[in-house]
């Protein structure tokens, strides 16, 4: 056993007892933490310069100022969310490689040992390895880099589908 | 006058249209090319779907290029397929073999990866070949289990890619409703005209039959 694998089994440890952010800017910062790909946020497309370029230009090919509105508008959120896609794809959920290789079984003295000073059973010794191993199980499930990725990207398929309708209704609309 | 319009492009909104189709391209076809890709191939790929448009107008380039981006993300999610099947039998692999106590995946995906491309020193196709035989399997065996074990996320793959037929299929018509519209103004256009010449002709001769 190595003292790497020690201290690291020794911070999730400790990182367990955590009760979470106490100051106002932690809690401000964690509630950031399920923020992905913010395509569920409002935008204001119209104050873009992109946006009014955009206006522009379809303008000149006779369509309504209503319908090059839309259009200008289903455009750049269909590219918000071509965006975002790409986003998530190139940059998945990182392997926790620790976790994902660590023997369970060779740990459980470390487990013991932490948490002995404490005056601890056996049986909490065996809830710590279970509630590590469980974690385990949870990180090899996910697989490796292509299937999160793969998982990851799923996700944004109803923004895609919803995207593309929109343009394309503004553009057979207008 | 010049508009910013996007990554510092600047389109002229008094050039002509093919200039500002141009112009408004990097805008809406900005690759966002990952590190082993071709630009040149997603250029070339861009390059002929435009050649193939009747009317070059900037809103149906815009189309096209959103076009040609999911045409490439089909090529990217059909590779990851094949991605996912190996990283599965790596992950059977380390599973089954007894070389290592730790669930060493990265460097049994490293060795496989280069394996099944024929670019593996002997060295490791003989180690390869040896946790095969050690787990009683057979390359076509383990592709299967792989497969067996990768469905889900082979499934995702799927839909991912089905996704990016459909998108192209919007992509499609709004185009064709674009064309149609210029081809419908242009016929209209003609028929006005037509209708004033033959207007303007009539006043000539009404105002020559007139009595003086």
Known sequence: ?174 | MLYNVHFGIYVDVAMPVEDKSKSLLPFLSSPKLLPNESEADFQSGLQSLLSELDNPSPLAVALISQLNESLWWIKRHTKDKELLLHEAMARLLSKAGSYTETYDNRKVSEALERYLDGRADKGEAEWIDEVLAESKLTLSDLRVRAFKDAAKHIKMVDDLIHRQHQTMRHLQRSIDSIDYKSRLIKRLDLELAALESKQSLKGVLSLDDKPS
């Open chain 1, 1 to 174: 056993m190595t003292i790497n694998h020690r201290r690291s089994l020794a911070n999730r440890c400790n990182a367990l007892k955590s009760t979470g952010p106490r100051s106002a800017s932690g809690k401000r910062a964690s509630s950031q933490n399920s923020r992905k790909h913010g395509l569920n946020s409002a935008t204001d497309f119209e104050c873009s310069s992109e946006y009014r370029a955009l206006v522009d230009l379809i303008a000149e090919e006779g369509f309504s100022a209503f319908a090059c509105a839309d259009i200008a508008a289903g455009l750049l959120n269909y590219r918000r969310v071509m965006d975002a896609y790409y986003d998530t794809y190139t940059s998945p959920e990182p392997v926790d490689e620790f976790l994902r290789d660590a023997n369970m079984r060779a740990s459980n003295p470390i487990f013991s040992e932490l948490l002995s000073p404490s005056g601890s059973e056996p049986h909490d010794v065996r809830e710590m390895a279970a509630f590590f191993a469980s974690m385990q199980r949870q990180e090899r499930r996910k697989g490796g880099p292509v299937s999160r990725r793969t998982a990851d990207s799923h996700k944004l398929i109803r923004y895609q589908r919803n995207g593309i309708a929109r343009l394309s209704r503004a553009v057979r609309q207008g």
